[in-house]
């Protein structure tokens, strides 16, 4: 095992821990997030290359078989292998998020499900989101909101902040902030939506779509 710090020792325990309870790391439900809930079809993603930044250890592309490349970024993903990672249909790259080893524009979707108030620098991480992204591709970004840090989550990000860092190579299609109800995926499932959700200051989960619109 490589030297971890404080927020990685942190995060590995949480992931061992639901290994313990769960047997194996289920990951039925991600399709629904990356289609459905973006009014997106299962052809969408036919031939694509998609990017899951912070994907942790449950196989969350392994739905997508009909991608070209489906590719999981984490520091941890070394580590993930032992809990069963190493047994899933899709790429896994030990990585930080500020550091992306793809090359320029070759990502049709880029996704940032529950981790990028995780990442050690929120500016560094969108760079390299709008770096290897190609022209007409998606960010598709779920993701805690106005919630104070934490030592796993220690970025307290607003809804404008995150539209503001991205522009202007991407506009913003569609933006919702829901209200908790348990956890990141049943609130944005289950949850009461937001009203003037780019300017709200409540704690919620925002869902939103951001599209690239500008050549580097």
């Known amino acids: 095992m490589s030297v971890l710090d404080h927020k990685e020792i942190n995060e590995l325990n949480y992931w061992e821990n639901k290994k313990k309870a769960e047997g194996v790391l289920s990951n039925d439900h991600y399709k629904y997030f990356y289609t459905t809930h973006f009014g997106l079809c ?21 739905w997508a078989a009909m991608a070209s490349r489906r590719i999981g970024l984490d520091p941890l993903a070394n580590e993930y292998l032992r809990l069963g990672a190493d047994r899933h249909q899709m790429e896994y790259i030990n990585a930080f998020s500020e550091h992306i080893p793809l090359e320029d524009g070759i990502c049709n979707i880029v996704c940032a499900f529950n981790s990028l108030d995780h990442v050690e620098n929120v500016n560094q991480t969108l760079k390299e989101v709008k770096r290897v ?18 030592v796993c989550e220690p970025h307290a990000l607003t809804p404008g902040k995150l539209i503001d860092a991205l522009m202007p190579e991407f506009i913003c299609d569609r933006l919702q902030v829901h209200k908790p ?30 599209i690239r619109i500008l050549p580097d």
């Open 181 to 210: 109800d348990g956890g990141l995926y049943n609130s944005v499932r289950t949850g009461e939506k937001l009203p003037q959700p780019e300017q709200t200051d409540q704690i919620g989960y925002l869902s939103a779509i951001f």
């Open 133 to 150: 992204t190609h022209l007409g591709g998606f960010f598709l970004l779920l993701v805690e909101v106005n919630h104070p840090p934490t």
């Open 42 to 62: 299962d052809s969408y993603y036919d031939n694509k290359t998609v990017l899951d930044i912070g994907c942790g250890p449950r196989g969350s592309l392994e």
